[in-house]
T-cell receptor
Framework: DAGVIQSPRHEVTEMGQEVTLRCKPISGHDYLFWYRQTMMRGLELLIYFNNNVPIDDSGMPEDRFSAKMPNASFSTLKIQPSEPRDSAVYFC?????????????FGPGTRLTVT | DAKTTQPTSMDCAEGRAANLPCNHSTISGNEYVYWYRQIHSQGPQYIIHGLKNNETNEMASLIITEDRKSSTLILPHATLRDTAVYYCIVGPFSSGSARQLTFGSGTQLTVLP
C-alpha cells in the first residue's frame, strides 16, 4: 500500500488567496483525520470523518476553513481566504475501526506558507 | 487519558539497542500504551501498542511492567534513521468518538555514528 497520500507537499500563497489541500487515505480505512502542526501549538486535530461523514469539526479554527470527503478515497481541506497565521504543516491521517482510534497512519504533510 | 512522563533526550550508539522509558502511573485498566515517533519534517509514525503483554513487531518491542505503570520501547539495533522524537501515549482502544492524538514533549532520540 502506498500509505496516505497528500498533495501538494509545499504551498506558498499570498494572504487572501484560496488554498486547497488534498488527501487520499489508505484503502479500506474508514476514518480520516486532518491535523495542523505548528511549533507554538503542537499537533491539533481540525476535523475527522467516519465513513465519509464529518463527525467532529470542533477543531476547525473558523469559518474560513472547510473540509469535504466526497468519497472513501479522497478528502480536501480548504482555506478561504488564507491568512499568514494559517502557515503550518497540515497532516492527513487515516485509521480503521478494527485498528482502534489511536492507531493512525499519517501522510507526509503539506507545508503551507501564507505571505 | 492518563498522563505520561518521558525523558527529554537520549543518545544511543548506532547498532546498539535503544531503550526508551515512559511512566504512566495513572493508567486505567482499559487504556493501552501507544508509541509514535516523528522524524524531522515528516508526519508522525505509529510504531506499536500494547495493553499488558509484551509486544513485538518489525519496528520495535514494547515491554510493559506487570503493574502497567511504566513501559519501555526497545529499538533492537538503532540506525541513524531512527533519530526522531518518540512519543508515548495512553488511551482506550475504542471510544464513542475518535480522540485527538495528543503528543507531549516526547523523547528526542539521537543515534550517534
Amino acid at each position: 500500500d502506498a500509505g496516505v497520500i497528500q498533495s501538494p507537499r509545499h504551498e506558498v500563497t499570498e494572504m487572501g488567496q484560496e488554498v486547497t489541500l488534498r488527501c487520499k487515505p489508505i484503502s479500506g480505512h474508514d476514518y480520516l483525520f486532518w491535523y495542523r502542526q505548528t511549533m507554538m501549538r503542537g499537533l491539533e486535530l481540525l476535523i475527522y470523518f467516519n465513513n465519509n461523514v464529518p463527525i467532529d469539526d470542533s477543531g476547525m479554527p473558523e469559518d474560513r476553513f472547510s473540509a469535504k470527503m466526497p468519497n472513501a478515497s479522497f478528502s480536501t481541506l480548504k482555506i478561504q481566504p488564507s491568512e499568514p497565521r494559517d502557515s503550518a504543516v497540515y497532516f492527513c491521517a487515516s485509521s480503521s475501526t478494527s485498528l482502534g482510534v489511536y492507531e493512525q497512519y499519517f501522510g507526509p504533510g503539506t507545508r503551507l506558507t501564507v505571505t | 487519558d492518563a498522563k505520561t512522563t518521558q525523558p527529554t533526550s537520549m543518545d544511543c550508539a548506532e547498532g546498539r539497542a535503544a531503550n526508551l522509558p515512559c511512566n504512566h502511573s495513572t493508567i486505567s485498566g482499559n487504556e493501552y500504551v501507544y508509541w509514535y515517533r516523528q522524524i524531522h519534517s515528516q508526519g508522525p509514525q505509529y510504531i506499536i501498542h500494547g495493553l499488558k503483554n509484551n509486544e513485538t513487531n518489525e519496528m520495535a518491542s514494547l515491554i510493559i511492567t506487570e503493574d502497567r505503570k511504566s513501559s519501555t520501547l526497545i529499538l533492537p539495533h538503532a540506525t541513524l534513521r531512527d533519530t526522531a522524537v518518540y512519543y508515548c501515549i495512553v488511551g482506550p482502544f475504542s471510544s464513542g468518538s475518535a480522540r485527538q492524538l495528543t503528543f507531549g514533549s516526547g523523547t528526542q532520540l539521537t543515534v550517534l555514528p
